[in-house]
């Protein structure tokens, strides 16, 4: 089951063997071994971080190995009983805790220790504990646009504006005013775009159509890392280039608190061009997904 959970988490995110295997550092054959019940727990563990997997079931921890410690102190057991139990070597199951040992050993303790583990449910993609009017509204920090601003160039158009924002746009469409980005045309060289995320796949259709026009040269898209759709595959994919960002976002409420967002985020271009994306590279922890037309 929690092997089964990976792969369907990878495959959610938009992830091939491959791109994911990039992403923790090693290749797709590790993934491929994972994903068939073979490897170390050092690759799953950096799996669960790179795709934010996280399991319940098993008891609190920093890490899998802290987790599974804790789970057969609960249990009261010691490590030669539980070692007996699951038909391993103690060392092996000691190994485990640290975050040493084979993914097979893995399996056979958790199949004694929590055979109901799962997947915790992903977090939701609305904005923390605010009312429902406004739980969208995620104000992109400064310091966040000066990199936008530094590697992409001045905004023209902000097609999700708020009052409140700090994003710096020549033209911004905000709903108090009666304008509507999904409605009113976009315009300009560049647009920046830090969606409703309830409505993400709206927004990215709506951008990829203004830049498939003409209207805007470039469209850059703050967004979670939602990659399941058909249209995401078939259409966005062939013309949009990648950024998954390392670490959190701290976006700003209403009342200017800090908050990071609970899910992994990437930054979606259209129109980029190489040295725009190098010059963010540079300044933003983070690669850019390579395209097979590349």
């Known amino acids: 089951m929690l092997i089964d959970d990976l792969k369907t988490a990878r495959l959610s995110a938009g992830l091939t063997q491959k791109a994911l295997g990039v992403r923790i550092g090693s290749d797709a054959q590790a993934i491929k071994r994972l994903e ?153 060289e560049l647009a920046f775009v830090n969606p409703p995320f309830s409505a993400l796949l709206t927004w990215l259709r709506r951008a990829h159509e203004q830049w498939s026009v003409g209207n805007v040269r470039t469209v850059v898209c703050l967004i979670p890392v939602r990659t399941d759709s058909t249209w995401f595959h078939e259409t966005l994919a062939a013309d949009a280039d990648i950024f998954l960002l390392q670490g959190r976002v701290r976006f700003l409420d209403l009342d200017g608190r800090a908050q990071a967002t609970p899910f992994s985020l990437m930054l979606l271009t259209l129109g980029a061009t190489p040295e725009q994306r190098r010059r963010f590279q540079r300044a933003t922890p983070g690669f850019w997904l390579s395209r097979d037309a590349e």
């Not at 490897?39 to 920093?62: H, K, N, Q, Y």
Request: glycine share 14%; net charge positive; hydrophobic share 35%.
């Open 36 to 188: 068939g019940g073979v490897g170390s727990m050092r690759t799953l563990m950096a799996v669960c971080e790179a795709l934010d997997f996280r399991l319940t079931g098993l008891g609190p921890g920093e890490t899998l190995g802290e987790q599974l410690r804790h789970r057969r102190l609960k249990r009261s057991l010691t490590l030669a009983k539980l070692a007996t139990r699951c038909g391993l070597a103690r060392g092996t199951v000691a190994g485990l805790e640290r975050g040493d040992g084979s993914v097979a050993s893995l399996l056979s303790v958790l199949a004694v220790l929590a055979p109901g583990v799962r997947r915790r449910a992903p977090e939701r993609s609305y904005w923390g504990q605010r009312d429902k009017r406004d739980r969208d509204v995620r104000l992109t920090p400064p310091d966040f646009m000066e990199t936008i601003y530094a590697a992409f160039g001045e905004v023209d158009l902000d097609p999700c504006g708020n009052e409140a924002s700090s994003v710096v746009a020549r033209r911004r469409i905000l709903l108090g005013e009666g304008g509507d980005g999904l409605r009113d045309d976009w315009s300009g």
